[in-house]
């Protein structure tokens, strides 16, 4: 069908019912649906009719209804019976906060139906009779009539109560009147490489690319007007870890003015290869990452092993190119190759960011899953717990469909040992996308990917700073920054109130030299009424 207005819209009816629009160039960035904005930006063609940017398909398709009271559309079913229609054709009473009526119309009077529009409602059809809400109720999600001021926001396809706030793809959004407010913020953006050479780019664009060589990740010197001479620069090495031609990160190098910083599994290295003495970064380790942020604007997150995530300041848009993009917000062109041009083969785009050209290309490797078939149920099995009910929480927000797919490709592929290692990275790398978006998932168990070992009873503690197990453990101040030893004059407990210390007699031999009835030692005060003291041996007045 062809329109005077620039709208073609074929439609095909055997032997699968298909639908093409084909719109003229005047209708960019005019239009919204299912279809996107026609703006060529991927990222934002998920936006909602509220006008905010949905985390998975289901969840986009359901604000799009045209009839707000027909029923959202589920990811999946688990259950073949959860497709069985039920027989009884009528209702024997109606629920409560519902009544009986001989006259109601398709435009039935739901919760969404106040803040999104609903065509039947313009549509004259014969009245049916059944149960529906009363004058000046609304039935929300659980099916219960309420006042129109008790109905909530919907992000995601859950409901959001009035005044909460949320904050999505550079939005601030307030829920008010049913309707969400937002107002713009700028966002750090977000590059991660995980596992067997999964890339997410910064503007959200996904692919794998496996190889043995140095690759520029990311870096600032690009070539453009103003950023021939960048502030920082980060590479990445592969190493193999399987038989099947498989790769994973396993060194990264830093460059930062005039700075090289080296990371290995056990440390970090620095190079000076400059005059500069300020030093334009710091390192700090949170846990199982070691993190580390420039005063530029970057921060690199690595987990030692094969996961890496880059946040950049929003100052850097469009301003970045490597691997992981070029930061524009257009996922399209991120397949920009070392001299400019952009391509549509992953390999063609992968190769041309090595670092030594004498270093071979990658070529393409076939399924690990096919070469490896003793293992592919085995990893089916595994990464099952991304599409179980212990990331339930996380479906509605980020699809995981494709981290599931990545999961079981890279526990296929690892069959010279690290199977855990590989099969771990996978799910954390799904965890990571939850937290982003807010929700946390306590996913690891003591038989699935632990944190720490399983110490033995005489020594129960692990000691993150000494890698090793231990009686008792020192306590961290959240308040101070600082640590408190045990055997150092102080006996401190970690309660659920924070850190309680007081002084004790017990640890060193001390001696008093004046009448008091507080005792202080370093940020420690004493409950008790004891005599100040001081300590012979090693007890620092800071008591770090």
């Known amino acids: 069908?062809?329109?005077?207005?620039?709208?073609?819209?074929?439609?095909?009816?055997?032997?699968?019912?298909?639908?093409?629009?084909?719109?003229?160039?005047?209708?960019?960035?005019?239009?919204?649906?299912?279809?996107?904005?026609?703006?060529?930006?991927?990222?934002?063609?998920?936006?909602?009719?509220?006008?905010?940017?949905?985390?998975?398909?289901?969840a986009f398709a359901n604000t799009w209804r045209t009839q707000a009271s027909c029923p959202n559309i589920q990811s999946s079913f688990e259950n073949p019976c959860a497709l069985s229609i039920d027989n009884a054709k009528y209702t024997t009473s109606c629920p409560k906060s519902l009544s009986y009526s001989y006259t109601i119309s398709s435009c039935q009077p739901t919760c969404r139906s106040l803040s999104e529009p609903d065509i039947t409602c313009d549509i004259k059809f014969v009245p049916v009779d059944g149960c529906t809400c009363v004058n000046g109720t609304y039935m929300d999600e659980n099916g219960k009539c309420v006042p129109a001021n008790e109905c909530p926001c919907y992000f995601r396809g859950s409901p959001i109560p009035f005044g909460e706030v949320i904050n999505e793809d550079g939005l601030v959004c307030v829920c008010r009147n049913r309707k969400w407010e937002c107002t713009e913020e700028q966002c750090l953006g977000t590059c991660a490489v995980y596992g067997d050479g999964h890339y997410n780019t910064f503007d959200d664009k996904r692919f794998s690319f496996n190889g043995n060589c140095e690759y520029t990740l990311v870096q600032d010197h690009c070539g453009k007007s103003g950023t021939a001479n960048g502030t920082f620069r980060v590479i990445t090495e592969n190493i193999p870890c399987g038989n099947t031609g498989t790769t994973c990160s396993k060194s990264i190098k830093v460059f930062l003015q005039g700075y090289e910083l080296i990371l290995g599994e056990e440390h970090v290295s620095v190079i000076k290869r400059g005059q500069n003495d300020e030093v334009p970064y710091t390192v700090r380790y949170m846990g199982m990452y070691l993190v580390i942020e420039t005063t530029s604007g970057m921060i690199l997150i690595w987990d030692k092993k094969t996961s890496i995530f880059i946040k950049l300041s929003p100052d850097f848009k469009g301003q970045t190119c490597g691997l992981c993009g070029n930061y524009d917000g257009n996922g399209i062109n991120d397949f920009t190759t070392r001299s400019q041009s952009v391509v549509e083969n992953v390999l063609e785009f992968g190769n041309s960011w090595k670092v030594s050209s004498t270093c071979p290309d990658a070529y393409s490797i076939q399924d690990p899953c096919s070469t490896n078939l003793y293992r592919k149920s085995w990893s089916e099995k595994q990464c099952s717990i991304i599409n179980s009910d212990v990331f339930a929480a996380c479906h509605s927000q980020v699809e995981p469909a494709?981290?599931?797919?990545?999961?079981?490709?890279?526990?296929?592929?690892?069959?010279?040992?690290?199977?855990?290692?590989?099969?771990?990275?996978?799910?954390?790398?799904?965890?990571?996308?939850?937290?982003?978006?807010?929700?946390?998932?306590?996913?690891?168990?003591?038989?699935?990917?632990?944190?720490?070992?399983?110490?033995?009873?005489?020594?129960?503690?692990?000691?993150?700073?000494?890698?090793k197990c231990v009686s008792l453990c020192d306590c961290y101040s959240n308040e101070d920054g600082k640590i408190y030893r045990r055997d150092e004059c102080h006996l401190c407990e970690c309660t659920s109130e924070g850190l309680q210390c007081k002084f004790d007699d017990k640890a060193k031999k001390c001696k008093p030299y004046s009448k008091k009835t507080v005792i202080r030692h370093g940020d420690c005060e004493s409950s008790e009424s004891v005599e100040l003291a001081y300590c012979e041996g090693t007890c620092p007045g800071s008591s770090v």
């Open 1 to 58: 069908m062809q329109t005077n207005f620039g709208v073609l819209l074929e439609i095909q009816i055997i032997p699968i019912m298909q639908v093409f629009v084909r719109l003229d160039p005047v209708f960019k960035d005019q239009t919204c649906g299912l279809c996107g904005n026609f703006n060529n930006i991927q990222t934002d063609d998920f936006k909602a009719i509220s006008g905010i940017i949905e985390g998975t398909a289901t």
């Open 402 to 467: 494709k981290y599931y797919q990545a999961c079981v490709t890279d526990a296929c592929a690892c069959d010279t040992g690290g199977d855990c290692d590989c099969f771990c990275t996978a799910v954390a790398a799904y965890a990571q996308a939850c937290s982003e978006v807010g929700v946390c998932i306590a996913w690891r168990t003591p038989s699935i990917c632990r944190c720490y070992p399983n110490c033995p009873p005489e020594t129960p503690y692990f000691h993150e700073d000494q890698m």
